[in-house]
């Protein structure tokens, strides 16, 4: 049976901090039936600490578990097949590909939406919430297992009434049960897994399920079988202990400013944030932790713009160092796709060598961006090329015609020696064997009489056996194969083999192409074509900054026209919103759903700073005047009035248990981290001081966690950086396409200064006063 208990959390770095803390414990899967006592599964809150300690409190999208967790699941996922459906359930006329993939599952599933809360509330059901996304492994092996099973699907549609989630689509729903689900259980992933009152209140929640008890384990049927008896016998206290803990959340996630409050200091914070960076940083390989490594660009931004304040200093040298040593081994290393460019999601390891395979929209825009900046910092080349690299897999492989950006690629795929089981980063690795077959050719003048594959494989570390550990590899998936890793520089190659550096990279760089080739010739991994508006709002900063730094023309089209379908296809004009979502259709023309999903904050604020970058590198008006049309609407939709800051979503819709804020910079950098920077600087643009003191506001209300573990924020740390050293204005004055100001744009874009604004002036017989009224603080001669 279900046991429900108080606990009490003793961290002092606890959010959450009510007076007593639910605990809601299963019987573990070696327990009889009908015992009462024995072993238990316990769930507890747990404290939230900074982002480098336990990453598992906010999970990165990418079905991240538990190690002891991950040893104990199955493998695979089930490819295609030619079989007609047995089932075929209301899923299939959404147009989410992760819901797509639960159409003809034997569940009764509905989708989020006020069919499923009358049905759970006219028949007094509880709700099975399901939430994941498309490319999800373990998404992909619970379906598998679970949703697959036809004796657990009549379990579910008899007795629960079953929500299926895509966690892209609706974040807002996925942050609130989340927030549960780390508070009671400790950590967190995808699948995420909540029993809920019919008035959505949780009562129980988790992660991935096997579908039977698996040892100590207890298995997705246990769990439903008990939750149904303790809906009988014990309702009152699951709706109780249910109903406090959410109180408690919402005492515990409350941000808010107090009255009389001023943002903190911004030197203190930034060199307490250094200072926790440095505490967690990784030497020999850069990163932020030992294993598994996420990129995190929102650090390495935060470590460039410390160093450009603080050059002179020993802290400021170190900053630097972390970042371009980290970035560089990111890009020599199994997580970069060095033959069809991009990168994986996470390394698995700590030298960034055996990557999760699956490729995220948001961090190739990030990485992108923190790449070319560093080009800007070092003056590196390496630096450019890796940008470059990922807006060309961005173009070829994430683009839509429409001028939008798909959401990921998935990690699973058929192998091209042939089966039905798809397996993880099968469409990326090599054996020794196939790269002998593909570059036999020997190379003249090398030592030994080398072949192509030879040079080849002692660059990127390809074995004989497979260069992939088996503790990276618990399924032996990876078996014999080899994952590209940089092992020596192209000096070292060359030297080895008696042969000029231009030959190596020659001799490289036709490999890596003919290997491209072999990839095409195999089994794609699933495309989630759905196109997010907060995604393409960050792959906008991408290439207008790429592009502007780079002087590329080509970059900078791309940018406008990611620009244009973001108001064609994600903002209607009629209502004055963002559209969160669109969907390639079967014919590739655009699709939306109906009624559509309106937008959360992330979308008008990554969508605003895509915006800021686009007209600071086209200098194109019509970009920032949409820019501050979004930002007032941004402002009546999600500001919160009295503590400060903004809400992840409306706070008008009931559906939705939590107001958040969210508080920390992981995956994507928090909403009102861009929002406070974004502020700042149309604030300047269009001398709207309201927008100057709401940036300020926002700083303040934020003020707790800026100061305790500004770790968390570090994209919030640069906007507060940004308020306390002001923003360098830089007016250029004359026609838009004229050569001499091209020029100086060029100019301007090829040095790194983190707290600037650019704008243009096509007349220069402005007067002071003039451009003070525009909000262009000028002393001195007129710029122009």
Not at 176 to 197: D, E, H, I, K, N
Not at 627 to 655: H, K, V
Request: charged share 20%.
């Amino acid at each position: 049976m279900l046991r429900l208990a108080w606990r009490r959390s003793a961290s002092i770095n606890s959010r959450v901090k009510p007076a007593g803390l639910l605990t809601a414990a299963i019987l573990s899967a070696d327990s009889s039936h009908q015992n009462s006592g024995g072993n238990i599964r316990s769930f507890r809150l747990i404290p939230h600490p900074p982002s480098d300690k336990l990453p598992l409190l906010h999970p990165q999208p990418a079905c991240y578990l538990s190690q002891s967790a991950f040893m104990s699941m199955a493998s695979g996922v089930e490819g295609p097949t030619s079989t007609p459906q047995r089932h075929t359930n209301r899923l299939a006329k959404e147009r989410s590909p992760y819901l797509l993939q639960h159409a003809h599952n034997p569940v009764d599933w509905y989708p989020w939406g006020q069919d499923a809360f009358d049905k759970a509330k006219s028949e007094d059901k509880p709700i099975f919430l399901s939430v994941g996304y498309s490319t999800c492994h373990w998404c992909h092996v619970m379906e598998r297992e679970s949703f697959e099973d036809e004796e657990i699907g009549r379990i579910l549609s008899d007795n629960f009434v079953c929500i299926k989630v895509d966690r892209e689509e609706r974040p807002d729903v996925d942050k609130v049960y989340m927030t549960f689900v780390q508070a009671t259980s400790g950590g967190g992933g995808w699948p995420m897994s909540v029993w809920l009152t019919p008035d959505l209140r949780p009562i129980i929640g988790g992660t991935y399920f096997p579908p039977r008890d698996h040892g100590r384990r207890p298995g997705l049927k246990t769990v439903l079988t008990r939750i149904m008896e303790q809906w009988q016998s014990n309702r009152p206290a699951l709706e109780s202990s249910g109903e406090r803990i959410l109180e408690a959340l919402k005492k515990g996630t409350a941000v808010a400013a107090n009255p009389g409050e001023s943002p903190p200091l911004a030197p203190d914070v930034a060199n307490r944030c250094f200072q926790q960076l440095a505490h967690s940083y990784e030497e020999e390989y850069g990163g932020f932790r030992d294993a598994p490594k996420f990129p995190t660009p929102v650090n390495l931004l935060f470590l460039m713009s410390y160093w450009s304040v603080n050059r002179c200093t020993s802290e400021g040298v170190e900053a630097l160092q972390m970042a371009l040593h980290t970035l560089r081994m990111m890009a020599l290393g199994g997580i970069h796709d060095h033959v069809a460019q991009g990168f994986h999601r996470y390394s698995t390891d700590s030298s960034w060598h055996v990557p999760h395979f699956e490729k995220m929209l948001y961090d190739q825009a990030q990485l992108a961006v923190a790449y070319i900046t560093a080009s800007q910092v070092s003056g590196e080349q390496l630096f450019a090329d890796v940008a470059k690299d990922i807006l060309l897999y961005v173009s070829r492989d994430l683009s839509d015609k429409s001028g939008g950006f798909y959401s990921a690629e998935d990690a699973d795929s058929v192998p091209a020696s042939g089966g039905t089981e798809k397996r993880e980063g099968a469409f990326c690795v090599w054996t020794a064997s196939e790269v002998r077959g593909l570059l036999p050719d020997v190379v003249e003048g090398t030592t030994g009489a080398a072949t192509q594959a030879d040079i080849f494989m002692h660059h990127y570390g390809v074995k004989e056996q497979g260069n992939v550990a088996p503790e990276q590899d618990p399924h032996g998936e990876l078996q014999g194969q080899n994952v590209l890793i940089v092992r020596y520089s192209v000096e070292l190659t060359a030297a080895r083999f008696g042969i000029s550096i231009e030959n190596v990279n020659e001799l490289l760089a036709s490999a890596r192409a003919k290997m491209a080739e072999v990839r095409k010739s195999r089994p794609c991994p699933h495309l989630d074509t759905k196109m997010v508006a907060s995604w393409n709002g960050l792959m906008l900063s991408a290439y207008a900054r790429v592009g502007a730094v780079l002087g590329d023309k080509a970059l900078l089209e791309r940018a406008v026209q990611a620009g244009n379908f973001l108001r064609e296809h994600l903002w209607e004009a009629d209502r004055q919103t963002i559209l969160r979502s669109c969907y390639r259709g079967d014919q590739m023309e655009v699709q939306q759903i109906s009624p559509p999903i309106s937008g959360f904050l992330d979308d008008y604020a990554f969508i605003i700073c895509g915006l800021l970058d686009l007209y600071e590198a086209t200098l194109q008006t019509q970009w920032l005047q949409w820019a501050e049309e979004l930002q007032l609407r941004q402002d009546m939709l999600f500001w919160d009035g009295q503590g400060g800051g903004y809400f992840c979503s409306d706070p008008s819709d009931s559906t939705v248990l939590l107001q958040l804020k969210e508080d920390q910079d992981g995956a994507e950098p928090s909403a009102n981290s861009v929002s406070a920077s974004n502020l700042l600087r149309l604030s300047h643009y269009t001398g709207r001081q309201e927008w100057l003191q709401r940036s300020q506001q926002l700083l303040t209300a934020f003020s707790d966690r800026l100061t305790r573990v500004p770790i968390a924020l570090p994209e919030m740390v640069r906007s507060l950086m940004a308020q306390h050293y002001t923003l360098k204005q830089i007016v250029i004055c004359g026609q838009r396409d004229a050569p001499d100001t091209t020029s100086l744009l060029a100019t301007v874009n090829s040095i790194f200064l983190p707290h600037k604004l650019v704008c243009r002036l096509q007349f220069c017989l402005l007067s002071k006063s003039l451009l003070k009224k525009r909000g262009l603080n000028v002393s001195g001669t007129n710029p122009c």
